[in-house]
C-alpha cells in the first residue's frame, strides 16, 4: 500500500533495523521503545488490523512469537513480556498495517500499568455477556 511506512519498509524506501524475515513476517526494532528490545511482528501483506488477517497465518504467526519473544527476553535479560497489538485509533493503533508489539518488562519497570474497573452490578456484567454472546459470528 503506497501510504504505509511498513509497506515502505519493505519497497526498501525507509531504513529499519530487522531481526527476523521469512516468506510471510517480519520483525523490526520498534523505533520508540516502550523498553529497549520493543520489536514489531509483522505480516508482509498489508492488512489493516487483526480482523483482516487470515486465519491460516495463526500458527506461523504464534510460533514466531513463541521464538522471537524467547530470544528478546534472553537478549535483554527481561524477566517478562508483554504482546501488545491495537486495533482502530481510539486502541492507540498509529500504524494502519497490523502489527503485534514484542515488549520485554523488567521489575518494577512502571510500564503498561492500568486502573481496574468494576461493574455496578452482576446483573449488569451479565446483561453485558449476554449482549457479548448473541453478537458473536
Ligand atoms: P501502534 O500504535 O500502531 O500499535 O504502534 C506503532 C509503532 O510503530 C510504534 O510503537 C512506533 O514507535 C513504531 N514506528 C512508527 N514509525 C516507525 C518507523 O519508521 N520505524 C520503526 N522501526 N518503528 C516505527
Ligand atoms: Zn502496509
Redesign the pocket.
Known sequence: MADC?FCA?QRGE?P??EVFSNNNLFA?????PLNHG?I?IVPKKHYANMFEVPVELGGELLETMQALGRGVMEATGAGGLNV???NFAPS????FHV?W?LIPRFEGDGLLKWTPGKYDSNEQMQALAELIRKAVK
Open positions: 511506512i519498509m525507509i529499519f533495523v523490526f526494532m520498534d523505533i520508540g520493543h514489531l501488545v497489538q491495537n492507540g493503533q498509529a500504524v502489527h508489539h
